[in-house]
């Protein structure tokens, strides 16, 4: 069944073999045994746990009578091969092995075993599974902790122990917590993959150390991010910048930048300490996520609503404020010295029932998105009534309601009261605004998740992709990687991006012409491979306005080039007028790579100063014109784009098609390292690049994430929406009807396909009576990973009209059909539903072949589903498509389809 997950038999196991020695033999257990036989004595575990030693157990016969759904492996490190075999033998589905001293070699042999005998490997120099719900502690972590709905994924096995310490006396609970440790073979897009299934997790905390695979890890972050809530905490930060980058760009994107881009597109939030991890993980928990920053702050004390304030601020929050009409309403219900313009301080006379009545406000207003009820221990007032009025507020909330006490020893009952009720409850109140700065950090990222833009725009003029390539070409076949800036012109140009006009000229007479022929104002710059920044030579001279200054400049040029460079090659001097734009704004658009993430693309101020203004916002490709505007606004230089100082507001839209562009040559070209576009003069006119300077690489390496399939963008770490695949069909008795890839925001039509299904063919399709799918498995469902997963849907356009009574379209899905590669990689499982009036018009078979296309495309070699056995419609189909059908002898309600690709 495709809604169930391949990990299930790991992290959810319902029997357990264990090898860690025999229980006579303690003094010879590794510590890692010792620890995991007293873990899993410690509580009864809800499945079938044997504990086996395979020195002293039988024979193999009888071992293998023993099977289990996941083998927990703890023996010293020379008996770890001999104990995975007979796992192996014991026809096993997953293993877990605890250790910490196995090197890469001998891990890869592990690797090896697992893979020949078809299980799931988590380790081997794992710390273990806790899986608190069914009363599992396969670890040497400690003891089982607090059953909750937060899962904790771990790359280092000290972290893990620690966390785990540090939630035991602050009362976090876990619905898993999972340590993988170096040279693990399932790795932390498995962990993240299965949690994103997981019904007993609903956010995500992950401490993380490296990336080994750019593409699996985005694709498992931005599915799990869009099921549930992840905070990220990433060690090991080094410093930006490269010494060998060629460009500005490549010298300013450095790799934590980078990561901070990829989170921010994944629809995940960075945290960077401890004690926020835990603090975002609490709120984005809570029922209620924000829609916005604006942030209400209801106190009893002036001194601590203006620290909140000013935190607020420093971190890009604003200050919820209640209207006119509310102060009004709410004047009578508080003490006369409280005011409520700005912050909603209650003044040191709040007692309960003034909390009672602000909160109720401040939750009403529209204006405000979240609140923060600060309080600071008076002389008189009672900390835990305050604390019963914020918890009977959270029931009522449609909105985050924080809270701090502030003080010690006479507010720690407040603060249990709190923690009972389930309302984040922070010290300080720079903590909380912190807080409540992640959850709204996770709604503008998830905004940005929502994108699926295609390879190439298609409202753009196509650009000439085949002469830019042959540009590529030659210069690799002269084996350079610069492009001299009219090579990088020429290709600027293929993806219709304005130039200035620029003419070479080999001699001081050729310049005087060409700038005659061109007109005054002109530039000179001079035009090497082997001179990277041409400032840095005095290789630019501007504003010359006459033949004689061009004369002259031009030989100055030559001569100081030559003193200043001696070993570069020198093709001659660039000719092109000065930019018309005298009020523009000088900006920069850039491209650098990062290993593991690849081709990311910058934005900031432009000129000979950028190294020094380090002004940039960066993005992962590929673009559309919302993540395009998107990354001009985190820009500095952005705050100059409107009027400014006299002059007029830019034309951002063709700032936006330049970056349309640039993605479009990031997709179409892997060969591109490096690039600046520095400067691009952009004012109310439109946009136009002066300079650009391109670095290429010899060779493309081969795409982290497709397994034997690169495809055309295996150099990307987000793939583009594959508009490739999508076609119109005609359907029977009329009309026609558009095959697609789903989308992100097909979820509410794929809500109401779902919902309008009779009972019979629901049970179909989800083996349940399910009439509305649950937010997360409707997320999982419209955003996918093209890579990965593949998901077509029929679109039919229907005639209706609106709430004014006016005829207008709306689009309706009516089936859908979907794969996702299973772990093998070889083969995928699919899921077939149409709607019920729709049945027998042949859209089923035409999905179903649709989705096999792509699948042979992908390099795919078989195609697999379950199938319930009463369902004759759909077995009817299989025989019809030539699909072979048997039985399944492991759940034999179904029948095993399959068809080779």
């Avoid at 007979?86 to 293993?95: E, F, L, S, V």
């Avoid at 900390?383 to 009025?389: D, I, L, Y």
């Avoid at 640039?662 to 946009?687: H, K, Y």
């Avoid at 009309?735 to 925001?745: F, K, M, N």
Wanted: glycine share 8%; with cysteine.
């Amino acid at each position: 069944m495709l809604d169930k997950h391949y990990l299930t038999p790991l992290f959810a196991p319902g029997s357990i073999v264990v090898l860690a020695g025999s229980a006579e033999a303690a003094a010879a257990h590794t510590p890692q045994a010792r620890a995991l036989h007293a873990a899993l004595r410690a509580q009864r575990y809800a499945g079938t746990l044997n504990f086996l030693d395979s020195h002293t157990s039988g024979t193999l016969a009888d071992l293998t009578q023993a099977r289990a759904d996941l083998a927990v492996i703890a023996l010293p490190p020379q008996e770890l091969a001999a104990g995975l075999e007979t796992a192996a033998r014991m026809r096993c589905r997953a293993a877990l092995m605890l250790g910490g001293a196995v090197g890469a070699p001998q891990a890869a042999q592990l690797h090896q075993i697992a893979r020949r005998a078809g299980m799931h490997l988590l380790g081997p120099n794992s710390l273990g599974i806790q899986r608190p719900a069914l009363q599992l502690n396969a670890s040497a972590a400690g003891p089982l902790a607090q059953d909750g709905s937060l899962a904790l994924v771990c790359q280092s096995g000290a972290l893990t122990a620690a966390v785990l310490d540090w939630a035991g006396s602050n009362a976090v609970g876990f619905s898993s917590v999972i340590s993988l440790g170096p040279h693990t073979h399932l790795g932390l897009a498995a962990a993240l993959d299965f949690l994103a299934h997981d019904a007993h997790t609903r956010s995500i905390a992950v401490c993380m150390e490296g990336i080994h695979d750019a593409r699996r890890f985005m694709s498992a972050l931005r599915s799990a991010a869009s099921a549930k809530p992840v905070v990220v905490l990433k060690a090991g930060r080094r410093p930006a910048g490269s010494a060998a980058a060629q460009t500005h760009s490549g010298a300013i994107v450095g790799s934590d930048e980078v990561f901070d881009t990829a989170l921010r597109r994944a629809g995940a939030v960075r945290v960077r300490s401890f004690v926020e991890l835990f603090s975002a993980a609490k709120c984005l928990a809570s029922r209620h996520r924000p829609v916005g920053r604006r942030l209400a702050v209801v106190t009893n004390g002036g001194g601590p609503g203006v620290l909140a304030a000013d935190w607020a601020s420093d971190i890009g929050l604003e200050l919820g404020r209640l209207s006119e009409a509310a102060q009004t309403r709410l004047a009578p219900q508080v003490p006369a010295p409280a005011t409520l313009q700005d912050l909603i301080d209650l003044s040191e006379e709040a007692g309960p029932e003034h909390y009672r009545a602000a909160l109720a406000a401040a939750l009403a207003e529209r204006e405000i998105d979240g609140v923060l009820a600060l309080f600071s221990p008076k002389p008189g007032t009672d900390a835990v009534a305050v604390a019963q009025v914020l918890a009977e507020a959270r029931q009522q909330a449609d909105k985050p309601l924080l809270s701090c006490c502030m003080g010690d020893t006479s507010v720690l009952p407040a603060r249990e009261l709190l923690r009972a009720a389930q309302v984040p409850s922070f010290r300080t109140p720079e903590a909380a605004v912190g807080a409540f700065g992640s959850i709204a950090a996770y709604h503008r990222n998830q905004q940005l998740l929502q994108q699926t833009p295609p390879p190439l725009a298609a409202t753009l003029a196509a650009p000439d992709i085949e002469g830019a390539r042959l540009v590529i070409e030659g210069v690799l076949a002269e084996r350079r990687s610069n492009l001299t800036e009219m090579e990088s012109k020429a290709l600027l140009a293929a993806f219709h991006i304005p130039v200035t006009r620029t003419l070479l000229a080999r001699s001081a007479q050729e310049a005087m012409l060409i700038a005659t022929q061109l007109g005054f104002p002109v530039a000179l710059k001079i035009d090497s491979p082997d001179i990277a920044h041409k400032s840095d030579v005095d290789g630019v001279a501007l504003d010359l306005r006459s033949a004689a200054a061009v004369r002259d400049a031009h030989e100055a040029m030559v001569q100081r080039v030559a003193r200043l460079a001696p070993a570069a090659r020198l093709h001659g001097v660039t000719v092109q007028p000065m930019a018309r734009a005298r009020r523009g704004r000088e900006v920069c658009i850039g491209l650098a790579t990062d290993a593991p993430f690849g081709p990311v693309i910058s934005f900031g101020a432009g000129g000979t100063m950028v190294e020094l203004m380090a002004d940039r916002a960066t993005e992962l490709p590929p673009l559309n014109q919302f993540l395009a505007r998107r990354l001009i606004e985190r820009s500095r230089v952005a705050q100059t784009l409107g009027e400014w100082h006299g002059a007029a507001a830019v034309d951002t839209a063709a700032l936006e098609q330049v970056l349309l562009r640039v993605s479009e040559m990031v997709c179409a070209l892997p060969q591109l390292r490096e690039m600046d576009i520095n400067p691009l003069i952009v004012d109310a006119q439109g946009a136009v690049a002066v300079d650009a300077r391109i670095v290429l690489a010899a060779a493309t390496p081969p795409a982290s994430g497709g397994a034997g399939h690169p495809g055309p963008y295996g150099h990307l770490s987000i793939l583009p929406y594959p508009a490739r695949h999508e076609q119109a069909w005609p359907l029977r008795g009329g009309g026609e009807y558009l095959v697609r890839p789903i989308r992100p925001d097909d979820a509410q039509m794929i809500q109401r396909l779902v919902r309008e299904l009779s009972p019979e063919s629901r049970y179909f399709r989800f083996a349940s009576h399910i009439v509305d799918l649950p937010p997360s498995l409707l997320a999982r469902f419209t955003l996918i990973d093209y890579d990965r997963d593949m998901a077509l849907v029929a679109v039919r356009r229907e005639r209706g009209t609106d709430d004014a009574g006016e005829a207008c379209h709306t689009e309706r899905i009516v089936g859908v059909s979907r794969y996702a590669i299973n772990p093998d990689p070889a083969s995928c499982e699919f899921a077939l539903l149409v709607a019920d009036d729709f049945a027998g018009q042949g859209l089923g078979a035409r999905l179903m072949l649709s989705l096999m296309d792509v699948a042979r495309e992908r390099g795919l070699a078989e195609i697999q589903g379950l199938v319930l056995v009463g369902n004759s419609r759909m077995l009817g189909l299989m025989r019809r498509l030539g699909f072979e059908i048997r039985a399944y002898p492991e759940e034999p309600e179904y029948r095993l389809v399959t068809h080779p690709l």
